[in-house]
């Protein structure tokens, strides 16, 4: 990175275009603007936008790739691109159970659903195959759309409350391991996909 055009001024680092003493305006059209977002309030504006950017990523790892590419495993330790993908969209639904329904795990219903992605065992190597690129990103969308309109019905008081006797995690944490989540596999995606068979 360039410092040209960089200067600092006593502890504090001033950037080309910095502008101070005006209000934050969010640009939603701009995936690399993180930050508040029109429709939620600002701390949970802020983590969407974030969710939103580490989900682009994991969009952009995976283009273009074919039903064989999305099932290739590595070796018997491994996973495949497509039931990563599947695991990410699993993490987000049993957190939005933790958080929205104050449950302690998946529902019923989400854990017949998500429960074989959200532990990528055997089970997921076996039954997680056979489907193309558009399917997993339908089911990250699905999911993410449930995030959103959630949290619109809630406030930065509730992300910075709920912590929880096991973990003594509060909301924002719980989310950012979501979105820290989404990274992880991210990384593993791409990883996998430098070693597709040519």
């Known amino acids: 990175m360039s410092l040209i055009g960089v200067s600092a001024v006593g502890s504090g680092l001033i950037l080309p275009g910095t502008s101070f003493g005006q209000p934050y305006k ?3 059209t701009n995936i690399n603007h ?12 802020t983590l969407i936008s974030m969710l939103e950017w580490i989900s ?6 995976t283009k273009d790739l074919a039903t064989e590419q999305l099932d290739y495993l590595h070796d018997k330790d491994s996973n495949t691109i497509g039931s990563l993908m599947m695991h990410v ?9 933790l958080t929205f329904n104050n449950l302690s795990d998946f529902s019923k219903e989400n854990k017949e659903k998500w429960g074989v992605a959200m532990t990528l065992e055997s089970e997921a ?6 489907n193309k ?7 990250m969308r699905q999911v993410r759309t449930k995030t959103k309109e ?19 995690w509060n909301n ?3 989310w950012f391991h979501v979105t820290e989540h989404f990274a992880n596999h991210r990384g593993q995606m791409t990883w996998y996909r430098k070693r597709l068979p040519k």
């Not at 682009?56 to 790892?61: E, F, L, P, T, Y």
Request: charged content about 35%.
């Open 26 to 28: 969010s640009d939603e």
């Open 34 to 45: 993180i930050g508040p977002a029109e429709g939620y309030t600002p701390l949970i504006g």
């Open 56 to 61: 682009a990523s994991v969009v952009r790892a």
């Open 89 to 97: 969209a699993a993490t987000e639904v049993v957190y939005q159970d």
């Open 125 to 130: 190597r076996e039954k997680i195959k056979g």
């Open 133 to 139: 690129l558009e399917y997993y990103l339908d089911a």
């Open 150 to 168: 959630e949290m619109k019905k809630r406030d930065d008081n509730w992300l910075l409350s709920g912590e929880t006797k096991e973990w003594n």
């Open 172 to 174: 924002y944490c719980k």
